[in-house]
T-cell receptor
Framework: KAGVTQTPRYLIKTRGQQVTLSCSPI?????VSWYQQTPGQGLQFLFE???????NKGNFPGRFSGRQFSNSRSEMNVSTLELGDSALYLC???????????????FGEGSRLTVL | AQSVSQHNHHVILSEAASLELGCNYS??????LFWYVQYPGQHLQLLLK??????LVKGIKGFEAEFIKSKFSFNLRKPSVQWSDTAEYFC?????????????FGKGTRLSVIA
């Protein structure tokens, strides 16, 4: 079956702009988790959605937001972009809640955001 | 909140050498533990997981990890590495609390295997 699909794969924005990233999970998966990956910090947890409800949120400013639709597809938005937001944004889906017995994460290829 | 420490940023080994990558976590309660691997140009994928039972768990490609509760550790091992094991390895922890807690990753260890 198809894997996790993230769009766009690459994008370049300037400071102050906003960006929306999209994630289509594996069919049947109800949970979508978002992570920010940078060389120095590894994977930092942004948020997890399960059945359209935000279950957890990481330690990121309010400029980072997300949502999940009834078909489990998810979007994340970053407003008022800063240079430090340049990173690879990874989406992962799981059948159940991430980290639980049925919560094996399946990752997408990521959306690489560059902020100039 | 729980945190995960991976002691080695970059490990370089020759083929056939033994591997041990350290992982320590901060949460004192019951945890679910994972190792994920990212091969060059590929997605992150699950290597192995521990929920309960035998603290020595075996994963794909000959990897194993041992959960030592008293040391808050979940180290990854492989007796003999191959060039194809070159990748970045991430330890992840999920605290078993009432309600769901996020899966927290360490910063990763890059493994380079040389011929």
């Amino acid at each position: 079956k198809a894997g996790v699909t993230q769009t766009p794969r690459y994008l370049i924005k300037t400071r102050g702009q906003q960006v929306t990233l999209s994630c289509s999970p594996i069919s049947g998966h109800r949970s979508v988790s978002w992570y920010q990956q940078t060389p120095g910090q590894g994977l930092q947890f942004l948020f997890e959605y399960f059945s359209e409800t935000q279950r957890n949120k990481g330690n990121f400013p309010g400029r980072f937001s997300g949502r999940q639709f009834s078909n489990s597809r998810s979007e994340m938005n970053v407003s008022t972009l800063e240079l430090g937001d340049s990173a690879l944004y990874l989406c992962a889906s799981s059948a159940g809640l991430a980290g639980m017995v049925d919560g094996e994460l399946f990752f997408g290829e990521g959306s690489r955001l560059t902020v100039l | 909140a729980q945190s995960v420490s991976q002691h080695n940023h970059h490990v370089i080994l020759s083929e056939a050498a033994s591997l041990e990558l350290g992982c320590n976590y901060s949460y004192g309660g019951t945890v679910n533990l994972f190792w994920y691997v990212q091969y060059p140009g590929q997605h992150l994928q699950l290597l192995l997981k521990y929920f309960s039972g035998d603290p020595l768990v075996k994963g794909i490609k000959g990897f194993e990890a041992e959960f030592i509760k008293s040391k808050f550790s979940f180290n990854l091992r492989k007796p003999s590495v191959q060039w194809s094991d070159t990748a970045e390895y991430f330890c992840a922890v999920n605290a078993q609390l009432r309600g769901n807690t996020p899966l927290v990753f360490g910063k990763g260890t890059r493994l380079s295997v040389i011929a």
